[in-house]
């Protein structure tokens, strides 16, 4: 069984055409001519004219369907490496019909003709800059009388769960490690999709002496079995900066339990059964829930810093957002930006319904929710804010008390300025709020966007900063530091 590489970059042999260099074989997708030379995937650009590659198929997706502006499509997705780099290469509609049945996992293809272009970082877990769509002109060749020995399964860039700090969120990692915790099934519901969705959490550990979450989902999820704490291999595990670092893997992702051809797994399990087991391992998560303060609708409390206020980088590495229920927290932030694009709608004016109406051009508003028509409607705020202190920012929603409170009008007021289209002044009022500092009082809850994780902050209360209160607590946080300062801080600040 060939081995998969972790290896940097190698020049790979030039291989003979084999039966298809001038032949007319029957396979759907083969060409009429002679292949042009082979060329290792890494040394491929958008400005070469004539290519083709010989690789194997590591990865295999699903045939995906979508539906936009009422038209319907589908995909599928297949990644390609050979000894000198991987590629993702993306079939749609009628390539689908064509290619899907054809290639299969392991195989090894030549393939020629596709479109090469720019990876799109969101979708693409490989390392290369280009990826490849497959069009009508392609031609997909099973390599089937070669030696194929020399092409590995999968190229691995093993990053150690100790140094998941240093990558971005939203980018694709490969990991390995050993699963230490296994937890249950649960089953949430999309919000997009109104689909339910199981998922399992696992903790993932290696001899970075570090713990980290990996979330599994569906069929992997529910037939995922960690009681025997096995090795994992996850090629394109998605970073996310939930619990300061965590995983998930994703439709692009590849889960391997227990490789037997993976040598960092099988040195990690022999770790893990002679010493990493016994281990204290230090997690991403900085524990903060519970630390003091005050929550409504038995949501969780989250203490601070300066006598409960918090600072944006704890928030961000304190998995605040993660519970069942909502977290609460207060902080000290200065509005930096104010988006001004739809931070207003029309609703309905039926007390207690605050439902976007639809203007039906004849004088009438129409609310779907009440399924009644009014001659008027009320203009209510949802107004989108980055806040920030001198240790990060963050996005918080911002609703009707508290979008007037910050830009210090009432809607009904933005709202005539928006029907005179008065954006001079519309204009000035963004820019005077803009740089004024607030006492915020923030709720914090993931919800699930496209199947995605997403951390959502709303504004629940927001109240002018007491500049002497803030001074005093400034004052205690530095005294309560000073027995860790040396000596010549603590007499310059004392």
Not at 180 to 187: A, R, S, Y
Not at 200 to 219: A, H, K, M, Q, Y
Request: hydrophobic content about 35%; some cysteine; glycine content about 8%.
């Amino acid at each position: 069984m060939p081995k998969p590489s972790t290896d940097g970059l190698k020049t790979p042999p030039k291989p003979s055409l084999g039966p298809f260099a001038g032949g007319q074989p029957s396979t759907p997708g083969t060409p009429n001519s002679g292949l042009p030379r082979v060329f290792p995937i890494q040394g491929l650009n958008p400005y070469q004219n004539r290519w083709t590659v010989r690789a194997r198929v590591a990865q295999k997706s699903a045939i995906r369907t979508w539906s936009k502006q009422g038209r319907d499509g589908k995909l599928f997705s297949f990644v390609l490496v050979d000894e000198s780099g991987e590629i993702r290469v993306t079939a749609f509609n009628a390539e689908v019909d064509r290619f899907f049945d054809m290639i299969e996992v392991n195989k090894v293809y030549y393939l020629t003709r596709a479109n090469l272009k720019a990876a799109k970082e969101q979708f693409n877990t490989t390392k290369n800059d280009y990826e490849m769509t497959l069009n009508a002109d392609s031609q997909v060749i099973p390599c089937e009388d070669e030696d194929t020995s020399s092409l590995p399964e999968m190229h691995f860039n093993f990053v150690p769960i100790g140094k998941l700090d240093a990558c971005e969120p939203n980018t694709f990692v490969d990991i390995v490690g050993v699963v230490h915790e296994t937890g249950d099934v649960q089953t949430i519901m999309a919000k997009a999709s109104q689909r339910e969705l199981r998922k399992r959490e696992l903790s993932i550990v290696d001899n970075s002496n570090c713990v980290v979450r990996l979330t599994l989902w569906g069929d992997e999820a529910a037939n995922f079995d960690g009681s025997q704490h096995p090795s994992i291999v996850v090629k394109g595990a998605k970073v996310s900066d939930f619990n300061g670092r965590s995983l998930s893997v994703s439709t692009t992702s590849s889960v391997l339990l227990a490789p037997t051809n993976v040598p960092e797994a099988i040195r990690l399990k022999g770790w893990y059964e002679h010493e990493g087991r016994y281990g204290n391992f230090e997690t991403y998560r900085s524990d903060m829930i519970g630390a003091g303060g005050t929550a409504t609708d038995g949501a969780n409390a989250v203490g601070g810093c300066l006598g409960g206020w918090h600072l944006t980088q704890d928030l961000k590495a304190s998995g605040v957002g993660t519970n069942v229920k909502a977290d609460f927290f207060s902080c000290k932030g200065t509005l930096v930006f104010l988006k001004k694009e739809n931070f207003m709608y029309q609703a309905c004016p039926t007390e207690g319904c605050n439902k976007k109406v639809i203007d039906l051009g004849n004088g009438l508003y129409r609310c779907e929710k009440c399924s009644r028509e009014t001659p008027n409607c009320k203009w209510r705020l949802l107004l989108m804010a980055k806040v920030a202190d001198m240790t990060g920012d963050m996005w918080v929603t911002c609703f009707q008390d508290s979008a007037e409170m910050l830009l210090s009008e009432t809607a009904d007021n933005l709202g005539a300025l928006k029907e005179s289209q008065d954006e001079t002044q519309l204009e000035r009022v963004f820019l005077n709020s803009v740089f004024n500092s607030w006492l915020f009082r923030l709720r914090a809850k993931v919800d699930r966007y496209n199947d995605e994780e997403r951390l959502r902050v709303v504004v629940a209360d927001v109240k002018p900063l007491d500049h002497v209160d803030y001074a005093r607590r400034l004052a205690k946080a530095i005294s309560d530091l000073a027995p860790t300062l040396p000596e010549e801080v603590t007499e310059f600040t004392s």
